[in-house]
């Protein structure tokens, strides 16, 4: 059992460099999360989705796009990556009025 | 803006400890309030709690809620080194679902043999 799997794990990139956070749950879940974890900071929504084609923003969504082709599928893209942007990400899933079952993270680090 | 806090941010105990993780809360609307803990890796759940004064249990960690205080607490006892870990409290945003979560900024417990 899979669950939500997000790749990669670790990334460095450098100022302005663009990349695509990939995120996939095999579990059939309608919604999806993007959240960014930074130290003393807890966890932080940017981007959700309430289903295929629908997508909205969080608490800190600037920078980043998301879009949700597929039920499966939720890729969080930084546009022009900067130094602000470097945190771990979690991706995350459920279904109505289930706990949110989360992703391993992916360790992004901007120079 | 909803809020939550934690208390205290740290802790340090030996095993064989009691320990009470404190979560207080501000929302509009309020439908649940979950806890997770984080090792090195994901958050996994913990509790989900949605009436007050009903405790949740699994093993030697237990939860309630207060809804007139708006707060909850998160028991765990007789602590283990394999304890150690973040301990995180959220609720769902504005009230909304599961999958907007506001988050605390956790209780690293630690547990010392």
């Known amino acids: 059992n899979a669950g939500v799997t997000q790749t990669p794990k670790f990334q460095v990139l450098k100022t302005g460099q663009s990349m695509t956070l990939q995120c996939a749950q095999d579990m059939n879940h309608e919604y999806m999360s993007w959240y960014r974890q930074d130290p003393g900071m807890g966890l932080r929504l940017i981007h959700y989705?309430?289903?295929?084609?629908?997508?909205d923003q969080g608490e800190v969504p600037n920078g980043y796009n998301v879009s949700r082709s597929t039920t499966e599928d939720f890729p969080l893209r930084l546009l022009s990556a900067a130094p602000s942007q470097t945190s771990v990400y979690f991706c995350?899933?459920?279904?109505?009025?289930?706990?949110?079952?989360f992703g391993d993270g992916t360790r992004l680090s901007i120079l | 803006e909803d809020k939550v806090v934690q208390s205290p941010l740290s802790l340090v105990v030996h095993e064989g400890d009691t320990v009470t993780l404190n979560c207080s809360y501000e929302v509009t609307n309020f439908r649940s309030l979950l806890w997770y803990k984080q090792e090195k890796k994901a958050p996994t759940f913990l509790f989900m709690l949605?009436?007050?004064?009903i405790e949740k249990k699994s093993g030697r960690l237990s939860s309630i809620l207060d809804k007139k205080e708006l707060f909850s607490i998160l028991n765990i006892t007789a602590t283990q080194t394999g304890d150690s870990a973040v301990y995180l409290c959220a609720e769902p945003n504005s009230g909304g679902s599961n999958y907007k979560l506001t988050f605390g900024k956790g209780t690293l417990l630690t547990v010392n043999p």
């Open positions: 995350a899933s459920s279904s109505a009025n289930q706990p949110q079952h």
């Open positions: 989705s309430v289903g295929a084609g629908i997508t």
């Open positions: 949605t009436s007050s004064g």
